[in-house]
């Protein structure tokens, strides 16, 4: 067994769609990246090479190759991460992922997440954990200039 962790964050940006977890949420803004700026896969995409020591998203998808990844889904980059890992000979074993938000509440929107980050690493809803909080007003979260998130993952060889 081996575990890995992940850190994101990214600034609010008008004119752009919010994605967190692999879903549309509505939301006044979106967040600004290269990508489609997921917060939330892109920690669990750190977390999953960190555990399998294959450092860093940066390092596999830069953004300085041109356009190659720019506004791409994070789905699809999260799909790549965990044909990485299988070809490593490492399956997940369990992930949870903390979404730091001050807004829009995310409740609603925990479930669709779980299912759909489970859908597209191809493995059980049972294994994918989704939670979400406040900075009760403080820090740049608090503020609402931007979203982090934090993910941790179990990695078994297969």
Same mark, same amino acid.
């Given at each position: 067994?081996?575990?890995?962790?992940?850190?994101?964050?990214?600034?609010?940006?008008?004119?752009?769609?919010?994605?967190?977890?692999?879903?549309?949420?509505?939301?006044?803004? $979106? %967040?600004? $990246?290269?990508?489609?700026?997921? !917060?939330?896969?892109?920690? @669990?995409?750190?977390? @999953?090479?960190?555990?399998?020591? #294959?450092?860093?998203? /940066?390092?596999?998808?830069?953004?300085?190759? /041109?356009?190659?990844?720019?506004?791409?889904?994070?789905?699809? %980059?999260?799909?790549?991460?965990?044909?990485? %890992?299988?070809?490593? $000979?490492?399956? @997940? $074993?369990?992930?949870?992922?903390?979404?730091?938000?001050?807004?829009?509440?995310?409740?609603?929107?925990?479930?669709? #997440?779980?299912?759909?980050? =489970?859908?597209?690493? +191809?493995? +059980?809803?049972?294994? !994918?954990?989704?939670?979400?909080?406040?900075?009760?007003? @403080?820090?740049?979260?608090?503020?609402?200039? /931007?979203?982090?998130?934090? =993910?941790?993952?179990?990695?078994?060889?297969?």
């Amino acid at each position: 067994m081996r575990i890995g962790f992940g850190y994101d964050v990214h600034a609010f940006a008008s004119g752009r769609d919010l994605w967190l977890g692999g879903i549309a949420v509505p939301h006044t803004q $979106g %967040l600004l $990246g290269h990508s489609d700026a997921d !917060v939330a896969i892109h920690a @669990l995409c750190d977390a @999953l090479l960190g555990a399998a020591a #294959m450092r860093d998203i /940066g390092y596999h998808f830069p953004d300085t190759k /041109g356009n190659e990844y720019e506004g791409i889904d994070s789905k699809i %980059l999260l799909r790549r991460v965990m044909a990485m %890992l299988r070809e490593q $000979g490492y399956e @997940l $074993g369990n992930c949870d992922i903390t979404i730091c938000a001050q807004a829009p509440k995310l409740s609603p929107y925990i479930e669709p #997440m779980r299912q759909c980050l =489970a859908e597209t690493m +191809n493995v +059980n809803i049972s294994q !994918v954990s989704v939670k979400a909080t406040t900075t009760e007003h @403080l820090g740049f979260v608090g503020r609402q200039e /931007g979203i982090a998130a934090y =993910a941790v993952a179990l990695i078994i060889d297969n």
